[in-house]
């Protein structure tokens, strides 16, 4: 991977984007580059104070006793020579903002703040003094995407839910799905499968439903299978009953049904013109980060 030196990492949660980050850097820490990582908790309204949470990181590296007393430009700047120094190669920083609840809405001027201080931040200590290369990973996509708006120095890359194949192939890799599908290959996959058809791609949400399973002593498929028609039933069913709302009168739906016609959901038009939208955004953006 040639990092720039900005770049932005989004999508699902439990898409895979710190698995896919974690090997990267993991091959860069092979080489002797040192990656600097960095875990912050991400609440609507919150003030990151990002300066003061980097302060804190690097004063517990074991620096000189002098350099503890520097700002954090001159502590980027020291580590910066040490790098330098070791590998010819820039520092590489990889703060992972992750939301405590999953159900929490940031409103739009909240995800301006919160763009807006990264952003500054990040083209502080990339730009303005060219300190390191800096990774963010950031699962609110609307974050992410007015932090490319307001920063062209930065690069997007948007990480999609895997296919069938390679997510099961990659579900069986990883100890805490592995670990709790206690059965045979076939049945494994089936489960898997079943997850997938129904819950999307998340190997979050796949090892919060296992542990479930394990904790409630239904292991076994059936039991399995019972947590995902659970998980389905409270995160899907209420989405397809808004979707089926209509604006026809009674009349209308009448001689619908008379033509053997489903009622049209007066917030189809707009769902798809919404992932119309996505999809021609996702697909201008990754033409430019192949480039």
Not at 233 to 252: F, G, M, N
């Amino acid at each position: 991977m040639h990092t720039p030196s900005f770049l932005v990492v989004t999508g699902p949660q439990g898409s895979g984007k710190s698995t896919m980050l974690k090997h990267l850097l993991a091959e860069y820490h092979d080489e002797e580059r040192l990656v600097l990582p960095v875990v912050q908790s991400l609440n609507p309204g919150q003030n990151l104070r990002l300066e003061a949470l980097f302060e804190d990181v690097l004063q517990i590296k074991n620096f000189p006793d002098y350099s503890r007393r520097l700002p954090l430009m001159g502590l980027m700047k020291e580590l910066k020579g040490f790098c330098m120094r070791k590998s010819q190669r820039p520092l590489i920083v990889y703060l992972q903002l992750s939301t405590k609840n999953r159900g929490e809405k940031f409103t739009m001027d909240q995800c301006d703040d919160v763009a807006s201080e990264l952003g500054g931040f990040a083209r502080t200590i990339t730009y303005d003094y060219a300190l390191c290369q800096f990774v963010l990973e950031v699962s609110v996509s609307l974050i992410a995407d007015k932090i490319k708006d307001k920063f062209n120095m930065s690069e997007l890359v948007v990480v999609d839910p895997l296919p069938l194949k390679s997510f099961v192939e990659l579900a069986l890799e990883i100890p805490e799905i592995a670990g709790n599908l206690k059965m045979d290959e076939l049945s494994r996959e089936e489960i898997l499968k079943y997850f997938y058809l129904r819950a999307g791609g998340s190997f979050r949400e796949l090892q919060e439903l296992l542990k479930n399973a394990a904790k409630a002593n239904a292991s076994d498929g059936q039991g399995i299978k019972g947590q995902i028609d659970e998980w389905y039933r409270e995160k899907i069913w209420p989405i397809k009953d808004v979707l089926a709302e209509t604006e026809e009168d009674e009349l209308q739906q009448f001689v619908r049904r008379l033509l053997g016609q489903k009622p049209e959901s007066k917030y189809l038009d707009y769902v798809t013109k919404v992932e119309q939208a996505q999809k021609a955004t996702l697909a201008a953006v990754m033409t430019r980060t192949r480039s």
